[in-house]
């Protein structure tokens, strides 16, 4: 399998081409990038016979004869409102699969309309299958599938875990990103429809095991997706864990975008400046952490009982956004999905058969088992703490709190 890596000079795309040209199914990594030295670098770096070349994204005819060199395309290219749809419709067109980190709703629900014209085309497309969203929809869904009857779905992530590698006083695609998802009205179910509403509203999560935590509900595409996977799902939101001290600038330059005081370019300047400003150690984290650092709970009913089951990330390959968000990424692409189209990640994986697959590229190598830890409101207290010691990483934050 030769594997094209759209934004490959990045952190997300450096991390998906390195373990993806290490494996032995795959013939070539193509990594590509508008910055042809660093793209060099990077294949010279991970070996195996990749190779490098400059893409401009925008030039579709370029693009459209690059993609059918390769038989799938991985897209790290973001801000995603900026370039995902139209990058799928080249992708769509060369006739290739492709997968996504897509994290805004907005081109979400743009791609999964082009489903039938992938369809047609016989192309599947996985959008969104990074870490928030995508393992964090696979966590929702195996919570979803220990319920009889879903009614009410929480994804979460811990935002000072979503970090670059390297920072810069530059706003990133990631810090784009976030500045439009809290500048702008975001998507989320309530009342079984699609509403929007202000973002980073407070939410309190009821976690079996762990107790009531606070969230602040953010713009990701995980509403979108899994209420059209589950459509009898009557709430969804997703939410961002973080202190006080790094919502209220988030909050306050999203209002300042709002009213006009800013531009969104100066407030991603300003974000960038904060992100400096935060801790960069994942101890740190875990340390302002009162829940898991991603999870979903699905809240319903199991034989009549009202009932919460919760999903947690045990197991991570790495403590950065790059690997967490790169790793999923290239797992989903070893997976070989068929099923043309354009589809979420819920949709087209098993939970379990995911999650056994990502096991051997997370930190140690951790048995399958361990991957994903589950409680439920049903269960007593001393059930969900053993269960709760499961996960190296959830083990991690009980401890700092205790």
């Not at 979108?224 to 864990?241: G, H, K, Q």
């Amino acid at each position: 399998m030769r594997v094209l890596v759209l934004g490959g000079a990045g952190e997300i795309g450096r991390s998906a081409a390195k373990m993806l040209a290490a494996q032995g199914n795959i013939e070539q990594v193509v990594v590509a990038d508008l910055d042809e030295a660093k793209a060099g670098a990077v294949a010279e770096e991970i070996g195996h016979g990749a190779r490098a070349c400059r893409i401009d994204v925008t030039d579709r005819r370029r693009l459209v004869a690059l993609v059918r060199e390769c038989d799938v395309v991985l897209n790290t290219v973001g801000p995603y409102f900026r370039f995902g749809p139209g990058i799928l419709s080249a992708v769509i067109e060369a006739g290739r699969n492709y997968l996504d980190v897509c994290d805004d709703p907005a081109p979400t629900s743009t791609m999964l309309d082009m489903n039938e014209q992938a369809a047609a085309a016989g192309v599947t497309a996985v959008i969104g299958m990074g870490a928030s969203p995508g393992v964090a929809n696979l966590l929702a869904r195996k919570a979803i599938d220990a319920l009889d009857q879903v009614d009410s779905v929480v994804t979460g992530w811990n935002l000072l875990m979503a970090q670059p590698k390297q920072r810069s006083w530059r706003p990133s695609a990631a810090i784009v990103h976030g500045i439009e998802q809290v500048s702008a009205p975001i998507p989320v179910i309530r009342g079984n429809a699609q509403v929007r509403e202000k973002p980073l509203r407070k939410t309190t999560v009821d976690y079996p095991g762990m107790g009531a935590a606070t969230g602040w509900t953010f713009g990701h595409p995980e509403p979108v997706t899994l209420a059209r996977t589950f459509p009898e799902i009557v709430d969804c939101v997703n939410v961002a864990l973080a202190p006080r001290y790094v919502i209220a600038p988030l909050t306050a330059l999203g209002s300042s975008v709002r009213s006009g005081l800013l531009s969104r370019e100066r407030a991603a300047q300003l974000a960038a400046i904060v992100e400096n400003a935060l801790p960069s150690s994942p101890v740190a984290a875990l340390d302002n952490g009162t829940l898991p650092p991603l999870f979903a709970t699905a809240t319903g009913t199991v034989d009549g009982v009202l009932t919460t089951i919760a999903c947690a990330l045990g197991q991570v390959p790495g403590l950065n956004m790059a690997e967490a968000t790169g790793i999923p990424l290239a797992v989903g692409a070893l997976l070989e999905v068929d099923r043309p189209g354009v589809h979420p990640p819920e949709a087209v994986f098993e939970p379990d058969e995911f999650f056994r697959e990502l096991a051997p590229f997370c930190v140690g190598n951790p048995r399958p088992e361990s991957m994903v830890v589950v409680t439920n409101s049903q269960w007593s207290a001393q059930v969900n703490a053993a269960a709760l010691e499961c996960g190296s990483l959830v083990t991690a934050l009980v401890r700092a709190r205790s």
